[in-house]
């Protein structure tokens, strides 16, 4: 079976440039300059309306870490309730307490609700902030998480080959695994072949200017020189290199 290159995207432009260049499945997003928040329901609605993709939508109230207060977490049910009514295909959340482990019982609620919409759960990069990787991935499966999106604990996930190859051997039989961060078309083939992992999950990221960021005395920039002045998307000719190396 050919691998599935899952493309990250923060927009319905992005969600156009990832289909266009023949992807299959995307996570939706919004914010990807804090790591992927909850997208705008139109974005979802608009993504499904006019493209085939299958969509896993983020779910994630704010920037930083994974572990949430009551009001967010509320904020998090009602968001994944709208995502699932409008068309998501699958969830991605996270939730980790204030050791660094796995939040079992909020985990548990959302693979619950998802699934009673019949839905994918899908456990996010936040698995790549706790200690013992073992015992984690072995509590995601024990509450059925259908997929786990990790880096192998590392930043890039070229780093973290060993780990990732242990994770996919002992345990991909009982959860799939989906490896991202830093995966692009000139290590896709070397990821994909030393872990033995059948997905990966890229960005595909370029940057495009608008000139409006920065005035005379104001600037709303965001990302570093010698960027100061753009936004990032989704690059359609970065997808489809990474789609032909499979």
């Known amino acids: 079976m050919k691998p599935i290159v899952e493309i990250c995207c923060g927009s319905y432009s992005d969600a156009l440039a990832a289909w266009k260049a023949g992807a299959t499945r ?6 990807l300059s804090l790591g992927g928040l909850t997208p705008s329901l139109a974005t979802l609605k608009m993504t499904k309306q006019n493209t085939n993709l299958k969509v896993i939508t983020m779910i994630r109230p704010r920037g930083a870490g994974f572990c949430y207060d009551e009001e967010e977490y509320e904020v998090m049910k009602q968001d994944a309730k709208i995502m699932l009514e409008n068309g998501a295909d699958g969830l991605a959340f996270g939730f980790l307490d204030a050791s660094g482990h796995i939040d079992e019982k909020r985990t548990q609620e959302f693979v619950e609700l998802i699934h009673a919409y019949h839905k994918e759960a899908v456990f996010h990069r936040a698995f790549d902030c706790v200690d013992d990787p073992f015992q984690a991935i072995e509590i ?7 997929r786990l999106l990790t880096s192998g604990l590392k930043a890039k996930a070229i780093d973290a080959l060993e780990l990732l190859e ?8 009982d959860i799939e695994i989906l490896v991202g961060s830093g995966v692009n078309a000139s290590n896709v083939l070397e990821i994909l072949q030393k872990t033995k992992v059948q997905q990966v999950h890229s960005s595909c990221k370029d940057w495009v ?11 709303f920039a965001y990302a570093p020189a010698p960027h100061e002045k753009d936004y990032e998307i989704v690059s359609q000719k970065l997808v489809e290199n990474i789609l032909q190396q499979l």
Not at 26 to 31: C, G, M, P, R, V
């Open 209 to 219: 200017e608008d000139a409006s960021t920065i005035a005379k005395d104001v600037s």
């Open 140 to 146: 995601l499966i024990q509450l059925g998480v259908d």
């Open 166 to 173: 242990k994770l996919q051997q002992r345990y991909g039989q």
């Open 26 to 31: 995307i996570e939706l997003n919004s914010a």
